[in-house]
């Protein structure tokens, strides 16, 4: 008798802010599922997180850029319950942050404040031009927020990337749909492909050189 082999599904879970990981699993999983996973990512506490499936491959591999992260279990219509309370949670922990910093009088723009499914972890991002000491935010978090709490600044790319814009190619911006690293882009890559230095098109919703100039310029080279 031929024994033949299972073959495990892979799926790529969208979370967080746009976060994005990938998953093998052999669940009976559908585009819009949503699922609990092990958080294992560098800028992540260890600990369950849930997220919806947004891709299938049912052959192939996923993107070298993306981390693989262990799949637990469908979400439950329980876990659906405490998602919804951890955003409410959320938005209380925001609008607490905005109000401190006014408080405090630093130079900064609390962007997005993001809750682990487990509550182990709650990781807010703010935007600023330089780096200064707020650990006298951090304290008045511990006296209203459990769990370890970690800031963490971010640049206008990733700023824009949190609003799920779209492009003036009439698609959504890339770093909000497959891109999970920003590579630097120079006038460079401008001048190697010829292109007008002075048209807008060049010019992403973040105010930075669009990213799709980088497809391109090993073919131009």
Do not use: N
């Not at 024994?3 to 969208?14: D, G």
């Not at 506490?45 to 070298?64: D, N, P, R």
């Not at 998602?83 to 723009?109: A, H, M, N, Q, S």
């Amino acid at each position: 008798m031929v024994a033949f082999k299972r073959i495990a599904m892979i799926c790529e879970i969208t979370f967080g802010e746009g976060e994005r990981v990938g998953a093998i699993h052999e669940l009976p999983l559908q585009l819009g599922d949503w699922v609990i996973f092990e958080a294992q990512q560098v800028h992540l506490q260890k600990g369950q997180e849930i997220g919806k499936v947004t891709k299938l491959i049912k052959s192939g591999k996923l993107s070298t850029q993306l981390e693989v992260a262990p799949l637990i279990r469908k979400a439950t219509q329980q876990d659906m319950d405490e998602y919804k309370k951890i955003k409410e949670d959320e938005l209380r922990t925001f609008e607490f942050c905005k109000e401190k910093v006014k408080d405090f009088g630093f130079p900064i723009k609390v962007v997005t404040v993001h809750i682990q499914f487990d509550r182990t972890l709650t990781k807010i991002d703010f935007l600023g031009e330089k780096k200064i000491d707020l650990k006298p935010l951090i304290k008045e978090l511990t006296k209203v927020q459990k769990g370890r709490i970690e800031l963490h600044q971010i640049g206008i790319r990733d700023y824009a990337k949190r609003f799920h814009a779209y492009g003036v190619c009439g698609r959504p911006v890339c770093c909000d749909s497959f891109l999970t690293e920003f590579e630097p882009i120079t006038l460079d890559f401008v001048k190697l492909q010829h292109l007008s230095c002075g048209t807008s098109k060049l010019t992403g919703v973040c105010g930075r050189l669009v990213c799709c100039l980088a497809y391109e310029r090993k073919l131009y080279k």
